[in-house]
């Protein structure tokens, strides 16, 4: 019987294995095919100042909606286009979308755009950076660049050095999924990022439990007196709102203040008087 059982396993394990293979190979083909066809879509995430509400930022976010298998998420799709040599274009084509947006925002609202460290493989991403804000006609200081750690975990120094070239633009530098990832405090000293984005994993339970709270705490602490902003993502209660704000986290993202949403609807949200009712949160 027992040795039935392990058939069986194996058998589904291998079935399994072919239908995610199947899938992957359909996805590969169908975002060479979406790409072309331009039917990806950007997203806008708010990101408040957590003393006043108000909109301070937006984050773009892909969307792509498959006509039959719905919307699939970038945290898919986004591996594929890096491995299938896409992200250069996909990438191109979030920063112009991103910054064409942007430049219909209030002049106090910043565009955060993510960066995979494949793109920074690809070239001409500083030139493509450049162009695009003059074209735009933003500001470089709207612009906000998203990153994470792994970019820097086997950077040789083209990396570096571009980031600094992008940086003297006066683009800003975002640290995405903070404390996530190998070992975050070297990468503190080696490079001065404006802002520092806690990642939701510690934020989610930080009502409950103290380890999380006493983390989260620690890191505002470091960041204020490195002299980088902090922004809390992930945050879907007024309770983790309340507290990132006691506890002097500069900016909040999340649910709460308000989902990715089309551009449209962001620019509604930022018309209305008050971006961010403070009555919702009940401290
Ligand atoms: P990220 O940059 O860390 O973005 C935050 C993710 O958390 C987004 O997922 C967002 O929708 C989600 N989120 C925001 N607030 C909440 C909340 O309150 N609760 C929960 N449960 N989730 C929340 P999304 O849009 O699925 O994006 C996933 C990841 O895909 C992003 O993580 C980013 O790494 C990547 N990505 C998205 N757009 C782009 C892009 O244009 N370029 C690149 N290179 N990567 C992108
Ligand atoms: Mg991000
Ligand atoms: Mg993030
Ligand atoms: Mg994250």
């Known amino acids: ?49 957590s003393r006043s509400g108000e909109i301070v930022c937006a984050e773009a976010l892909l969307r792509w909606n498959h006509p039959s298998l719905g919307s699939v998420s970038p945290a898919e799709f986004i591996p594929i286009a890096e491995d299938i040599g896409l992200i250069g274009r996909i990438g191109t084509w979030v920063i112009r979308k991103g910054c064409e947006t942007a430049t219909a925002w209030p002049e106090t609202v910043r565009l955060a755009v993510n960066l995979s460290p494949r793109q920074f493989g690809t070239p001409g991403l ?18 906000e660049l998203e990153v994470t750690e792994s970019l820097l975990l086997n950077s040789d120094s083209a990396v570096e050095s571009t980031l600094a070239a ?22 503190l000293r080696r490079y001065r990022f404006d802002k520092l984005k806690i990642d939701q994993s510690f934020i989610s339970d930080i009502e409950t439990n103290a380890d999380s709270r006493a983390i989260v705490d620690a ?39 308000g989902k990715p949403m089309p551009a449209a609807e962001l620019e509604r949200l930022m018309d209305s008087h008050q971006a961010w009712d403070d009555d919702r949160i009940t401290a």
């Open 126 to 143: 500083f030139t493509m950076i450049e162009s695009t804000l003059r074209e735009c006609g933003l500001p470089p200081r709207r612009l």
């Open 219 to 257: 890191v505002i602490r470091l960041g204020r007196d490195l002299g980088v902003s902090l922004a809390a993502e992930g945050v879907e209660t007024s309770g983790q709102y309340e507290l990132l704000r006691r506890l002097g986290c500069g900016e909040i993202q999340g649910y709460l203040v």
């Open 166 to 187: 992008i940086k003297g633009l006066g683009v800003r530098i975002a640290l995405d999924d903070f404390g996530t990832g190998y070992s975050s405090l070297s990468y």
């Open 1 to 49: 019987r027992a040795k039935g059982d392990g058939r069986n396993r194996y058998r589904f394990f291998d079935t399994s294995l072919d239908a995610a293979a199947r899938r992957r190979n359909a996805l590969e083909q169908e975002l060479r095919a979406a790409v072309a066809a331009d039917a990806l879509s950007l997203h806008f995430q708010p990101l408040v100042d």
